[in-house]
């Protein structure tokens, strides 16, 4: 990709940025917001104000970059936070093929158990699951973005899978892992 091009105003490198990034910063505005157009409306104010804007900085992790920004963004709304029910209906974890089958047998229990089991998580230790596992942020670029030291991210990745571990049968722990998190 190129972030170079982006910056100095170059429509494809802006179309391969926004498509290769658009459908992640969703899944993760939404966790900080209950309504999808403003969610949506933060990621393209992003996009506007960093499209051929020279003073931004050359060398990024264009991933972590784009999605610090939307997070300060959307903190900066003072928005509430999704409420579990809500989080679980709307947020989309993955857009993966495999999460697509999932979907198609949503009925089956489970998925249910899965669902509800990584949903009553507490949201931080969900966001730290979801950057870590489906996002591959490292530990540092995820305390960094939740303005946190990288123990305490530790300690939310720690705790959560260990509760999924007490609380899931093996054969569902496995299920988390590849499906939701795309990783194993």
């Known amino acids: 990709m190129s972030w170079i091009g982006f910056i100095q105003g170059n429509q494809s490198s802006f179309k391969e940025i926004y498509d290769a990034h658009i459908d992640d910063l969703y899944g993760y505005g939404r966790q900080y917001h209950y309504d999808k157009d403003t969610v949506l409306d933060c990621i393209h104010d992003l ?14 992790n264009v991933k972590y970059y784009l999605f610090a920004a939307l997070r300060r963004k959307l903190l900066r709304l003072k928005v509430q936070t999704v409420d579990i029910e809500t989080l679980s209906e709307d947020i989309s974890w ?19 158990v899965i669902k509800e089991k990584v949903d009553a998580l507490p949201k931080r230790q969900r966001e730290v699951l979801f950057l870590r596992y489906y996002l591959n942020f490292s530990y540092d670029e995820i305390a ?41």
């Open 47 to 60: 996009f506007v104000s960093l499209f051929n804007n020279p003073k931004i900085a050359k060398e990024v």
């Open 94 to 112: 993955t857009n993966s093929h495999e999460l697509d089958l999932i979907n198609d047998e949503v009925e089956t229990k489970v998925v249910r």
């Open 144 to 184: 960094r973005m939740m303005g946190v030291n990288v123990e305490t991210c530790r300690t939310l990745s720690f705790r959560a899978i260990k509760q999924l571990k007490v609380e899931l049968k093996p054969i569902e722990l496995f299920t988390i892992f590849y499906i939701f998190f795309n990783k194993f």
